[in-house]
């Protein structure tokens, strides 16, 4: 069945099985495999090398099956009695990512669940963590335009009032300019300054200038958080590790494996700089064990964590890091190929030179209504897809190139069929 779900040749499922009502009496064995047919042929096929519209791709098998022996053990990373190798694993991969990303010795972090409750975690240490609770009304937020939008639900749960979160000006693919985020941290009156920097927007996979972010930031005394959700996999690249530049200088970062590193979700690391300030701002007694024992559960907003650290180590070692960084480095490759293809082609245009794995583009004529016709043709048969995106009030064709088996011939695929949509 397993095999199955990476056989899909087909972004979109052809039908909608039935799902009928629970039963009386149980089906056994022909209900569950009756359960598993209808899943895999009603699912979207993340494996399927012409999947490439968004940060969503097939984990690597040795991940799905260590995900499927960390719900049996089902060790739990609140405690040590309760997941004690799973919680040394979680400390050496930590360690040991935090280490390519270039974070010294003095970051801690932990696992979290998916990325905007990474950020939301980061956030929350940011504002004060489980002190300074009633000062939240001082605190304000300096976000870039491109900044995904679990940074303004963070901003709402955490109480920063509406009018003290500040969307920073900037360049065509919303980084922040930094005179601007200059500006606005000077006008501020705000007790605790928070900066957010993204490495790998949501959208067009930009990359902001962390350096630049990072020495702004220090001499305002606001507090640096990056959202490397996607981007945090340059940590393994070969040729672009220089994206990473200033990062140390952060007081937090978040990255999400499950984005590009092939593990299945929802998996999350979050770093807050510095020991003594991780402990001071995330951490609570959990009286349930008074074993004494350094709890991994003590830190982050969580109860009850899975084992996603095993998970992702699993895949490290069966495929290697230099393996990891081949393929990251391939992908970014691959957008690069695609924007040559789009810059020289007769309907379609690049809207931007990518960072990363992603490239936006339109039709050359910016005929919106085309664009939406062409997009509803996308994935059937096993015709590559793209999704469809908005930056700015204009519809954009979006690609996130992550699947393996992903090569030139379906990016080819893929302008063949929008030339033959839009004639
Ligand atoms: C830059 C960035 N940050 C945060 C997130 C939120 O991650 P999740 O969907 O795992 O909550 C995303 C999701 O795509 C993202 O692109």
Known sequence: MIRRAYEATQFSPAAQPDIGAIPDAGEGIEGLTEVFRCFLTGSAGLAS???MGHMDTAPHPAAAFTDALVSAVNNNLLFRELAPFASRVEEMV?????ARLGLSAEWAGTFASGGSIANLTALFAAVGGFGDVDKRAQCALFLPECAHVSIRKSAAVLGIAASQVHVVSGDALGRADLSSLRTALRASGARRKVVVGI?????HGAVEDIQG?????????AWLHVDAIHGGALAFSH???ELLRGLDSADSVAVG???WLYVPRVSSIVWVKDRDRFDRELSVELPYSATGEAHRGRWGLQGSRRADAVTLWAVLRYVGARAVGDQVDRTIDLAGDFWRMLSSDRFLEP???PDLNLLCFRYRDNDENAMRLAHQTLGAYGAPWVSLSRW????ILRSVLLSPSTNETHLARLIESLHRASS
Not at 94 to 98: A, E, S, T
Not at 392 to 395: A, G, K, V
């Open 213 to 221: 972010l990072a020495e702004i930031s220090r001499a305002h005394d």
């Open 239 to 241: 040729r672009h590790r």
């Open 49 to 51: 090398p012409g999947m």
């Open 257 to 259: 494996p499950q984005k």
């Open 351 to 353: 809207t931007h030179v």
């Open 199 to 203: 490495l790998g927007s949501t959208v």
């Open 392 to 395: 700015r009030e204009q519809l």
């Open 94 to 98: 930590i360690g040991d990512i935090g």
